[in-house]
């Protein structure tokens, strides 16, 4: 009976040791399920956070694009304004050209009717009569 005792306390021994072991297990399970639990929510939140940051991105984003699209048509503004008048400009250097040739042309023509008109023929006169070889020869025979 004694031998009998003592292989029931040992068997409620290895019964009480794998008791332990079975809550060591389901406690550790139970850790790793609050923390997969734990997890999702923060995994929510930062999901959340990337969420809210991507959204407030996404309106500065546009703002700043409306912004452009403001500073791109004033810009196209000057330029249009620009072009007018550098358009104007060309045009008013041209008639300043046209008016300048005509002024030109009328004093050319005005100065050339001026001018006397040479007759005769210009430039040095010879000093006596000219010798050529053939009147010595024949003054010779």
Known sequence: MTQ?????QEKQKEL?????DFKTKENQYKD??????????QNAAAIERSRKLTQEKEEELI??????REENAQLSEKLAAVENNVTTFIQEMGTLLEASEESNKKRASVSSSQKPK????TGKR???????????EESNK
Do not use: Y
């Open 32 to 41: 790793q399920i609050n923390d997969l639990k734990a997890g999702r929510v």
């Open 63 to 68: 703002e700043r694009i409306e912004d452009l």
């Open 118 to 121: 040479k007759t005769g023929k």
């Open 126 to 136: 010879s000093r006596g009569p000219t010798i050529t070889l053939e009147a010595s």
């Open 16 to 20: 009480e040791s794998l008791v332990r």
């Open 4 to 8: 009998e005792l003592s292989n029931l």
